[in-house]
């Protein structure tokens, strides 16, 4: 058995918007119905996770995992400029306070994609006053939640907010600009780092850092220029702004390989998963071990790791995978502090609807009814255990 450190945390991850449904008051919203948005479908009533939170968070502690990773939904607690909802603080404290009755320590995300829609109007995340109007919102959400939440991520991937809605035109405000994303970049990084102070400063003592999607980013022959050139772009600012915070959320899926001219496609015959990039378990090491090095030892949380498949073993082997390289850092003595699979349940995703199954817990479009996959009890049972059975490992 390969052990764990003591105090290891295992969890799984939603966000607000890809389970709670009928979050209509945000920009994804509006994007899920603009005619030529790249949406296969909209989100709609989601998993109602909303609602079902009680039985979705037993659930999960009653697999064996320890933390549970969720968002909060600005445009609820928010719905117009100064105007926040009592009633929807109330519910996400009672979602934190579900957590910790079962077990579970509530990692909470401040930001995950969703914007209000009076904030995108007002110019979004190109405009310098939202990181004003995020400060603030955070004040509000820490007097009311700081004593009850584990950790806390102010932004879940800002860069690829930054990146895929300004320069590639995927996601609202489906710009392709290169000097929005740059723009975009610059106040998302002032927005962190100003509210850090927020959280930080209590209720409570949470730690605080952001998540960011990293890949194992590899350059071939005469692609090295252009792959660190985006590499600087889409991590290096967001890590380098990271120095000096609780942790840093580590979120990877796959490797991307450069070439002279650009990104390069996976190679002929490779094995890709349902969202088409390639099944490269590995890349979590590599990202995990450049995360330690480019934050000068910020500690790291896997905050993000996971398969959208069909075939579960196939999910099982993944994860089984990126986790010997969890060990290898940790061996190193890296300091992770934790692995959090996406997803807890099979949701939207994003541009793509509800194709890509990454849930350890499929869910019925139909009735909402859950029932967990082989995946959800073996990953389970290494949390339980806090160690992988693997003599590779030992």
């Not at 909470?108 to 400060?135: K, Q």
């Not at 590639?168 to 600009?177: E, I, M, Q, S």
């Not at 590499?231 to 990877?252: C, K, N, P, S, W």
């Not at 999910?315 to 300091?335: K, Q």
Request: negative net charge; contains cysteine.
């Amino acid at each position: 058995m390969a052990r764990f450190p003591d105090g290891f945390v295992w969890g799984t991850a939603t966000a607000a918007h890809q389970v709670e449904g009928g979050n209509w008051n945000n920009d994804w919203w509006a994007w899920e119905h603009t005619p030529g948005a790249p949406c296969t479908e909209p989100s709609g009533d989601a998993c109602d996770h909303y609602h079902r939170y009680p039985d979705d968070i037993r659930l999960l502690a009653a697999l064996g995992f320890n933390a549970y990773r969720f968002s909060l939904e600005w445009s609820r607690i928010e719905p117009e400029d100064g105007e926040f909802s009592s009633a929807t603080l109330d519910h996400y404290r009672r979602m934190c306070a579900t957590c910790r009755e079962h077990g579970l320590e509530p990692i909470v995300t401040f930001h995950h994609f969703t914007t209000p829609r009076w904030v995108a109007a007002r110019g979004g995340w190109t405009a310098s006053e939202t990181a004003d109007l995020f400060v603030r919102y955070c004040e509000r959400v820490t007097a009311r939640l700081g004593d009850v939440i584990g950790r806390a991520c102010t932004f879940n991937e800002p860069n690829v907010v930054a990146t895929f809605g300004h320069l590639w035109g995927l996601f609202p405000p489906g710009k392709r600009d290169a000097d929005l994303r740059r723009r975009a970049n610059d106040v998302f990084i002032d927005a962190h780092k100003r509210s850090v102070q927020v959280v930080q400063g209590g209720p409570g003592t949470v730690p605080v850092g952001l998540t960011l999607a990293m890949q194992d980013m590899q350059a071939v022959a005469g692609g090295h220029a252009v792959r660190d050139a985006e590499r600087a772009l889409m991590e290096d600012v967001y890590l380098e702004a990271a120095r000096g915070d609780d942790f840093i959320g580590v979120q990877t899926y796959t490797r991307f390989r450069y070439g002279p001219h650009g990104m390069l496609p996976p190679e002929p015959g490779a094995r890709t998963t349902q969202m088409g990039y390639e099944f490269w378990p590995e890349a979590l090491e590599a990202t995990i071990r450049r995360a330690w090095e480019m934050t000068r030892q910020v500690p790291i949380l896997v905050t993000e790791n996971g398969i959208g498949t069909l075939v579960d073993a196939e999910r099982v082997e993944y994860v089984e995978r990126a986790l010997r390289g969890v060990l290898a850092c940790l061996r190193d003595e890296i300091d992770v502090r934790g692995y959090v699979y996406w997803s807890l349940l099979d949701n939207f995703e994003w541009t793509f609807g509800y194709g890509p199954k990454f849930g350890l817990v499929e869910v019925d479009r139909t009735t909402q009814v859950r029932q967990g996959k082989p995946s959800a009890a073996w990953l389970g049972r290494i949390a339980r255990a806090n160690a992988l059975d693997d003599d590779r490992d030992a």
